[in-house]
């Protein structure tokens, strides 16, 4: 069985602050683990993925996160926030049936 | 580039009515899934095709739920007959396979909001 826990429900920053979304993962296969945003009214676009790889993955937008295994942690970063980051972020956990997992998610206000 | 096309994006229909939500994955992806998101529950798998093939319907809420994949092009999500409660976002994704076929991320639609009154 696998879930996640994302640990703030909302994320309030100032433009040009950085922004820290935390995300604890539970897994018992080898995971994938990715970060999806999901603007208004629109689907979900996929921010980044980790794959076994590099444990720091970079993403678009200036998005990057790092995999902790000791933590089972997965937690989004940007050096500094656009007013265009305002959205709703999901961390998603992939299972090896190719089932995936969300978050309850993290909105995230950015104030001018 | 086009990526999964969903249609309608809106959908108001009394209970009772039969609904059809539709879904063009992006060409050339072998698996297809629908999910509804509710404040209440956050997003659900209700299906995934593979190679047009059903391979878990576990999420799908009851016998009033149906979903198809006549070709690799198309798929439908069906309600018969159609509750309140049914009042959601359904969305469809696509994802290539290759070798590792859990680390390709999934593509999404941008939605079909469904309101039933």
């Known amino acids: 069985a696998q879930s996640v826990t994302q640990l703030d429900s909302h994320v309030s920053v100032s433009e040009g602050t950085p922004v820290l979304l935390r995300c604890n993962y539970s897994s018992s296969y080898s995971p994938s683990l990715f970060w999806y945003v999901q603007h208004p009214n629109k689907g979900l676009q996929l921010l980044l993925k980790y794959t076994s790889a590099a444990t720091l993955v970079k993403g678009i937008n200036g998005f990057e996160a790092e995999f902790k295994k000791s933590e089972t942690s997965f937690h989004l970063t940007k050096p500094s926030a656009h007013m265009s980051d305002a959205a709703e972020y999901f961390c998603v956990v992939s299972d090896e049936n190719y089932k995936l997992s969300f978050g309850a998610g993290t909105t995230v206000t950015v104030r001018a | 580039d086009a990526g999964v096309i969903q249609s309608p994006r809106h959908e108001v229909t009394e209970m009772g009515q039969e609904v059809t939500l539709r879904c063009k994955p992006i060409?050339?992806?072998?698996?297809l899934f629908w999910y509804r998101q509710t404040m209440m529950r956050g997003l659900e798998l209700l299906i995934y095709?593979?190679?047009?093939?059903?391979?878990?319907d576990s999420g799908m809420p009851e016998d009033r739920f149906s979903a198809k994949m006549p070709n690799a092009s198309f798929s439908t999500l069906k309600i018969q007959p159609s509750e309140p409660r049914d009042s959601a976002v359904y969305f469809c994704?696509?994802?290539?396979?290759?070798?590792?076929?859990?680390?390709?991320?999934?593509?999404f639609g941008d939605g079909t909001r469904l309101s039933i009154l």
């Open positions: 095709f593979n190679n047009n093939v059903p391979i878990d």
């Open positions: 994704a696509s994802s290539p396979s290759t070798g590792q076929f859990s680390n390709q991320p999934q593509h």
């Open positions: 060409s050339g992806h072998d698996y």
